[in-house]
């Protein structure tokens, strides 16, 4: 929603403040200058990157459109493990195996359809289990092993971000490349009549503002929103990381979930008695 309502104040405010000064609003009308930016833009993002990132990058932008993780998706989280590790205190940890080897198929994680749908979410979480129940790890080794994992998987997720500021960056240069076409263009036509000769600079001109905004008002704001939700991402895996950590030192679930509970920022938190509840309602099923 919030992306939609920026972009809307930044084109806005540019194409008001552009009439009111008294300039035509068609004459930003340059679909071939932005031919020129954009392709070239595509262009450069395919060159410098591999397929892999192009793709990651195609699935965060659709992700932006979305609502982000929130105080739910939390709650959420914090009650599965709940309900996990009552099963390991309940049958033991090979209580656990059905549930952790085939995560689609465990009743527990169909009850959470947004975080089965985060594969990385899942793998973390299982793969973490299967070392807890093979027996062979102490805490703090398994405490590296995750924070290793967490590491990774943020250094892939931050790579589609920095490929697109990276992008952002280059608009103006590949602006100034349509308007030194357009000058080209002009300078092929310099004994022609004044108001085509205006008329043609003015085009070129268009191309050094459409690289411009497009880098300081959408590509340049686009890459910090995908970096913020991949820090987002990060911050659900270190609170999952906490609670396994505790259950893993032998800490009861309840207390476990507390110590992830207390990992997350406020405005995500869920209150005590909120956690409390949802626990006790999952206890019930």
Excluded: W
Excluded at 46 to 60: C, D, E, F, G, R
Excluded at 224 to 252: E, I, N, P, W
């Amino acid at each position: 929603m919030f992306l939609f309502i920026g972009a809307i104040i930044v084109l806005g405010s540019v194409i008001v403040g552009f009439v009111a000064e008294g300039g035509h609003i068609l004459a930003l009308n340059q679909p071939l200058e932005l031919l020129i930016i954009g392709g070239a833009a595509l262009g450069a993002l395919l060159i410098a990157n591999p397929m892999s990132v192009v793709k990651k990058l195609m699935t965060q932008i659709k992700g932006v459109l979305g609502s982000g993780m929130k105080k739910a998706d939390y709650l959420d989280a914090l009650v599965m493990m709940y309900e996990i590790f009552n099963v390991a205190r309940r049958d033991g940890l090979v209580g656990l195996e059905n549930h952790v080897e085939h995560p689609e198929d465990s009743i527990i994680f169909q009850r959470y359809p947004k975080f089965l749908k985060n594969q990385n979410a899942v793998d973390f979480f299982s793969d973490t289990m299967r070392v807890i129940i093979s027996g062979s790890v102490q805490p703090h080794d398994l405490e590296d092993l995750m924070d290793e994992d967490i590491e990774i998987l943020h250094k892939e997720d931050v790579m589609p971000g920095t490929a697109l500021a990276t992008i952002a960056d280059s608009l103006p240069g590949l602006g100034i490349v349509a308007a030194v076409l357009g000058v080209v263009i002009t300078m092929a036509s310099i004994n022609g009549p004044p108001e085509v000769i205006g008329h043609k600079i003015g085009a070129a001109l268009v191309g050094t503002f459409l690289g411009v905004l497009g880098c300081y008002g959408f590509v340049g704001p686009l890459a910090s929103s995908l970096k913020h939700r991949t820090l987002d991402m990060k911050q659900y895996l270190s609170c999952m990381k906490c609670a396994l950590l505790s259950f893993h030192k032998g800490v009861a679930g309840v207390i476990a979930v507390e110590f992830a509970r207390r990992s997350l920022p406020a405005e995500v938190r869920p209150g005590f008695l909120e956690l409390e509840k949802a626990c006790n309602e999952a206890k019930r099923r």
